[in-house]
């Protein structure tokens, strides 16, 4: 019977165009049911404040939800049905990004209890051995042979820093979850930076007679954090030595640059070219069922190398975290008793 200027604006109408048209004129296409609205009208009616929400569609055809309250008035002497209505799209929106926050708080906050569930216990374990062979040495020192000192010494030494390796995970992890990492993407040369883990773990693998093997083509230059890629290749390296036997060989591999498909980025994935850097070991391979587990913090898997080295079980879950901060991806493939894969995506100059 009668609107606004307001009424008007908001639904792209002049007001000639609306007067005498039926309220489903102002209804999104096949996004409402017209029935619904007669109970809230009949209740109106009988002097009930009405309220409810009501997917729109302009003149022009921009869709939003309006939210209407209705009440019984008169005009010109006519009971009639007032009605106020006005867009809350963005306060849906609003509120559907806060119960997105929520959600995602609370998975953070199981995945913090699962954490420091975990640290703790693979905490603990490296601190009795250490206190165990402090006790023997404190004890027994003046009964013990030289050999047997250099013996505990060095227990003492691999529990120590399986320890600290253990905190420093702990201390990246919670850097990466608090957002107190700094993310500095700069463009590098992936090979170079293979080659500089290659020099720092050269005598991990000397002691187990294992080659690390470089493959990437020189000259390929990537976009990304020089530091957590660095931390990646490392981690990814450590625990290809860790669990491949005696006179084995790891191999860094880089395939050719290509479109990325076999991952999806959030942004543009058609805009970035990527390049898989692969690491592989002739080791005791991972079983099948224990793959999809591997980057996850609810399902950390740990076990020890082939000579027993202690894992802290951490090191792929942050891997995981810091492959993605780069908006790339991270897998693994593997049969059991004859070695396994890390793949993961970087993004190309």
Known sequence: MEVNKHTGKLFEYEREELIGQNFSLLSAEDQNDALILRPYFEA?????????EWNSKSKHGRNFNCEFIVNKGQFFGREVLIAIGRDISDSKTEIEELVNQVEELKEANINKDKFFGVFAHDLKNPFQGLLGFIDLLYEDLEELTHDQVKEYLANVRNASYHTYNLLENLLEWSRIQSGKMPFTPTVFDIREEINSVISVLNNNASQKDINLINEVEAGIMVLADKNMIHSVIQNL???????????GRVVVRGRKPQKYEKATVKSNPDDKYWLEISISDNGIGIAEEILPKLFKLNGQYSQPGTANEPGTGLGLVLCHEMVEKNGGRIWAESIAGQGTTFIFTIQLR
Not at 44 to 52: C, H, P, W
């Open 237 to 247: 390296i450590t625990n290809s030595i860790k669990f491949s036997n005696n006179n």
């Open 44 to 52: 109106a009616f009988k002097g009930e404040q009405q309220q409810f």
